[in-house]
């Protein structure tokens, strides 16, 4: 990958030529993407009803999944990523985040902030210029033995989309560590593992958040697990692997990372983001085959991505109205020198920290103010695959 560490403002979208926000096109715009999506999903009702049994298993799989989003896996799952694809598309076109404005009531102080000595530099903005009150600075809401286990921060997410505010968590390597659990469709199934943090498995957890794409998806991307391969793994894909000792890396498979005996799992996607502390300079042309064919990498949409620094650090992003460009910016300046995106899709991005209560369950909070999945969507069965990431011993 060539170096070039800003290539995102190639994909921006413009400024309206008077320089103002088009937050007075929201609305319609909202109105036109309801009735988009009721016929859209009118039609994948009815392919669902002619199908029959199998549509009503996947509706009464376990979990948070809301009945439109199952209805969605399945269609994918029985040949209709087609379809799917065109509905997301078709939304994102009628909707497109607004340009301008700020963050309604600036930027947020990090939910159960806990009091832990902190040495980290803030974030630069990545809008350039002065940064908001609070914008960038590193917020304790994981501590282990008096020090930072968990941190995180928040930012708006480009120089145009100014309203939009993504979240960023450092994780200490030192103090957690992390583990790949299933889904009970993808992969599906038996494991050690288990496919949610209900009872039992939600001692010690400290973060958890989604990983990449659907394992049917056409970039075929691998994935292995508890010694047990379910989709090849590919030379050249990014790859987030786990080792036996709860730390990761990130990186082309085969070249930056491979197999060895220490390896417990390998979940790859997609191409990597950003290689040797450079962004792919792809990330804006790269297409379908890079970036997968959703909706297109130069989208403004809910994304995740995950990274490591130069010194080990794990660093997850998360939020909406982000490019691939700008999620891979965002990786940069938090000091990822390999990173990689993880999932899109306001349904499957999710970054959530815990508090651990003696005798009660772990209470969770959202990574970032539009998240839309709750944190209690880890105490029930996963459809997809996630990681979790706990405290030492």
Not at 101 to 121: C, F, K, R
Request: glycine residues 14%.
């Amino acid at each position: 990958m060539s170096p070039t560490r800003h290539a995102s403002t190639a994909t921006l979208e413009p400024h309206p030529p008077d320089g103002r926000a088009t937050r007075s096109t929201a609305r319609p715009r909202r109105g036109r993407r309801r009735a988009l999506l009721r016929v859209l999903l009118g039609f994948v009702v009815v392919v669902a009803l002619v199908a029959g049994g199998s549509v009503a298993a996947a509706l009464g799989t376990p979990g948070t999944d809301p009945p439109v989003v199952k209805i969605a896996e399945w269609a994918r799952d029985h040949g209709m990523n087609w379809l799917v694809t065109g509905l997301e598309q078709a939304g994102y076109a009628a909707d497109r985040p607004t340009v301008g404005g700020a963050p309604a009531g600036g930027i947020p102080t990090a939910a159960g902030a806990v009091s832990a000595p902190s040495t980290t530099p803030s974030l630069a903005p990545v809008t350039g210029g002065t940064a908001l009150p609070g914008e960038g600075v590193w917020q304790t809401v994981v501590a282990a033995h008096g020090r930072p286990a968990v941190q995180v921060t928040t930012l708006r997410v480009d120089p145009q989309h100014t309203s939009f505010l993504a979240g960023v968590m450092r994780l200490d390597p030192r103090l957690v560590r992390g583990e790949l659990h299933p889904g009970t469709t993808d992969p599906g199934g038996t494991w050690r593992a288990p496919t949610s943090l209900a009872g039992p498995a939600a001692q010690g957890v400290a973060a958890a958040f989604n990983g990449g794409f659907k394992l049917s998806d056409p970039s075929h991307n691998g994935y292995y697990s508890e010694g047990r391969t379910v989709r090849p793994l590919v030379d050249g894909k990014a790859s987030l692997v786990l080792r036996q000792d709860g730390t990761a890396d990130v990186g082309a498979w085969g070249s930056e990372v491979r197999m060895g005996p220490d390896v417990v799992s390998v979940r790859q996607n997609l191409t990597p983001l950003v290689d040797a502390g450079t962004l792919n300079t792809t990330c804006g042309s790269g297409g379908e085959q890079e970036w997968g064919n959703t909706v297109g990498q130069s989208a403004y949409v809910h994304r995740s991505g995950f990274g490591v620094t130069a010194d080990g650090t794990e660093v997850y992003v998360g939020g909406p109205a982000l490019s691939v460009c700008t999620l891979g910016r965002i990786l940069l300046d938090a000091g990822v020198v390999r990173g990689m995106e993880l999932d899109i899709n306001p349904n499957w991005v999710s970054g959530t920290y815990f508090h651990i209560a003696k005798g009660r369950p772990p209470q969770g909070f959202r990574l970032f103010p539009a998240e839309m999945v709750a944190p209690q969507h880890y105490f029930s069965a996963s459809s997809r695959d996630w990681y979790a990431w706990y405290l030492r011993q």
